[in-house]
């Protein structure tokens, strides 16, 4: 497969957030360093590591010049996403984190849709991973592509980002973060911002492609910041992130926003910090005002989680909606094991 020369200036700038990912760095930068493409520049931004993370990072750069290492005190994943874009001389950004890795036609991927769609953002898919071996499939000459210009970027973004978020499924066009308003990740958030950095970065993209290629490995582990337990206060902040967007989107998108603010609910509900005092109600407070200011309707959730909802706004309690998703959690479980008994009986 063909390379593209390395130019003064880059391609793509790789951001590379790393925090205390040690065990699982080197197989990341590998990745990095296999790519089919070679035009790149990969900033790694040390945030502040104890676990000897910043060490290898410096050991990558010393053997090759395309790796640059940004030292900092830890400030969080947003913060140091940001210094990356900051320091990004590419054309194209695009993220990684620490502990995941890329197929090696990646970025050959993000390449070939760009130069012939000619779009300014560009999303792939993901492909979920438990580390080490995994199937590898060439899929850059997949023809299976959607693009966006003008009014339906938005259009299509809000449904996408709203369910989505995740920003390293993208290459962005630097120029399209760095306007007349800068386009970066809330710092101090530790839920949803990257939601929240794609919705910001929609109404300055004047292209989109949605194309098919699975190749970002995304490592599943236990330790995950995702995973953590969360509290009130990550909802207030989201709620409080969301209601600029509200402004300029149309009905159907602030749907789609809500149902994102009604998913968020459901997912704190879930990893919630159970023994912060006070958290629900922070919660129901917000979701209250939010109702009041025509941010969020109850009606724009599943049927199944209505009374949940109910009970948690009106009855002041968090015990039908803990029944509602262990009855879902069930259910899902119930359902994967009857399909592959179905399975193993074909």
């Known amino acids: 497969m063909a390379k593209a020369g390395i130019a003064m200036t880059p391609f793509f700038s790789i951001v590379i957030p790393v925090y205390n990912v040690a065990p699982y760095l080197r197989e990341c930068l590998d990745s990095v360093l296999a790519q089919t493409f070679a ?13 000897g993370s910043g060490a290898i990072l410096d050991e990558y750069a010393a053997k090759d010049s395309r790796i640059k290492v940004l030292h900092t005190g830890n400030r969080g994943v947003s913060a140091a996403r940001n210094s990356g874009i900051d320091a990004a001389s590419g054309e194209y950004v695009t993220f990684l984190d620490g502990d995941d890795a890329y197929e090696r036609f990646w970025l050959e991927s993000f390449y070939g849709l760009i130069k012939e769609t000619g779009a300014e953002l560009v999303r792939l898919r993901v492909k979920f991973w438990n580390g080490g071996a995994h199937e590898s499939g060439l899929a850059v000459d997949r023809p299976h592509r959607a693009c966006f210009v003008g009014d339906e970027v938005v259009s299509w973004g809000c449904p996408t980002y709203s369910l989505e978020g995740w920003s390293w499924l993208n290459a962005i066009r630097r120029s399209c973060l760095n306007g007349a308003v800068r386009v970066r990740f809330p710092v101090g958030m530790k839920f949803m911002e990257d939601n929240v950095f794609m919705m910001n970065a929609l109404p300055h993209v004047h292209a989109a492609c949605q194309g098919e290629v699975s190749g970002y490995l995304y490592r599943q582990r236990a330790t995950s910041v995702c995973l953590a337990r969360k509290s009130a206060q990550v909802v207030v902040r989201l709620f409080d992130e969301t209601v600029p967007l509200f402004a300029a989107m149309s009905a159907a998108n602030r749907k789609c926003l809500s149902g994102m603010l ?41 049927v199944r989680w209505r009374l949940g909802f109910v009970a948690m706004l009106h009855l002041h309690s ?29």
């Open 39 to 51: 035009d790149w520049e990969a900033l790694c931004v040390d945030d502040g590591s104890t676990d």
């Open 262 to 302: 009604g998913r968020s609910v459901l997912y704190w509900c879930e990893r919630r910090d159970r023994d912060e005092i006070g958290g629900a109600a922070i919660v129901r407070a917000r979701i209250v005002a939010a109702m009041k200011d025509s941010m969020f309707h109850v009606s724009d959730m599943p």
């Open 318 to 346: 968090l015990l039908v909606m803990d029944l509602l998703l262990f009855l879902q959690r069930t259910w899902g479980c119930a359902r994967r094991l009857r399909k592959g008994i179905i399975r193993g009986k074909r």
